[in-house]
């Protein structure tokens, strides 16, 4: 749904490059909600979803500091307090504008990856998304600079392989330990070039 949502928003021209990335997962998401809705699929989908945890829940951390995921994907087969999440991160494979590789790469890493290692995303399924808004460049170098930078942080064993193609667009996956319960769980990295 994430991979048609995109092809009709690329389609219908309905994004700007110069956009920041909730404006992209926004306007993604109406588009995924229409499918969902042709295709009378029952799920429910929303952007920026709030994640409250159990100590949220108790009431004995703030509700200000609960952290939001881009797309949040429930129901169906999930339990209520489960969910499939996608992180999505700009990223380019040099530069556009103000927008460098080198900044883009360690966001996608640390405020994307990471939050699903540390518990705070996903934190009771085995599996996560990564979405990268290509906004610059080819998709193939982005990987290969991502990877580069989990290698050299000595994190080799979470670099994205498996590289294929669905629909043309570009997707891999990684494979990671959480923190919270050492548990082992899987990122699907998609990769949504809006630069062509």
């Not at 489960?82 to 590789?101: P, S």
């Not at 294929?164 to 769980?185: E, L, N, P």
Request: charged share 30%.
């Amino acid at each position: 749904m994430l991979v048609e949502g995109f092809k009709k928003m690329k389609k219908d021209n309905r994004y700007s490059l110069s956009w920041e990335e909730p404006r992209f997962s926004a306007v993604l998401v109406r588009y995924m909600r229409e499918i969902r809705s042709e295709q009378k699929i029952p799920l429910k989908i929303d952007p920026e979803g709030v994640l409250y945890n159990q100590e949220i829940l108790d009431g004995t951390v703030d509700p200000a500091t609960a952290p939001r995921i881009d797309i949040r994907i429930s129901g169906g087969w999930f339990i209520e307090d489960q969910y499939y999440g996608v992180e999505a991160k700009i990223l380019v494979e040099n530069h556009r504008g103000t927008r460098n590789h080198t900044q883009l790469n360690k966001e996608y890493i640390e405020k994307g990856i990471q939050r699903f290692i540390d518990g705070k995303y996903s934190s009771g399924m085995d599996n996560g998304c990564m979405a990268g808004y290509i906004i610059e460049g080819q998709c193939m170098k982005i990987i290969s600079k991502i990877n580069d930078r989990l290698t050299e942080s000595n994190r080799k064993q979470e670099i994205i392989q498996n590289i294929g193609s669905i629909d043309s667009c570009q997707y891999g996956k990684s494979i990671h330990t959480r923190i919270i319960d050492h548990k082992k769980f899987r990122l699907c990295h998609i990769f949504l070039d809006f630069n062509n």
